[in-house]
């Protein structure tokens, strides 16, 4: 019964929500988003290739996740295809999650430091 929030008309939502975490849930796609995001204007494969050391096979493949949660939208210009954020709010989403990481780290090594000043405790069997 711990999941019956879940059977609401809210449920769709959530889902769509999870969805698009799943999209952002592997780092070949965060680089490619967080290169994206650097542009001004829509971005070729080839650059994005240029730019990651992904496989053309499976760079196709994330940005196909990508697209197919609405995160990125592709247009093809002859025989070049260009991506770009599907909406602005997604290099936001990006610069949050960096700041948390960066704040969840520096929290993380402030309780090493923490750790490193204990007195110490026995003897060290060597």
Excluded at 4 to 27: C, D, Q, T, V
Excluded at 114 to 125: D, E, S, V, W
């Amino acid at each position: 019964m711990a999941d019956s929030f879940l059977g609401g008309p809210e449920r769709p939502l959530y889902e769509i929500k999870a969805n698009l975490f799943k999209a952002l849930a592997h780092p070949a796609r965060i680089r490619i988003l967080e290169i994206l995001s650097t542009s001004a204007a829509a971005t070729p494969v080839s650059a994005i290739l240029a730019d990651t050391d992904i496989e053309p096979t499976q760079l196709s493949q994330h940005l196909a996740v990508l697209k197919r949660h609405h995160v990125v939208r592709g247009h093809r210009v002859g025989n070049a295809v260009y991506y770009e954020l599907a909406h602005p709010k997604i290099a936001e989403l990006l610069v949050i999650a960096r700041v948390f990481l960066t704040d969840t780290l520096s929290a993380q090594r402030d309780q090493l430091d923490a750790i490193g000043a204990l007195p110490p405790i026995g003897t060290a069997a060597r």
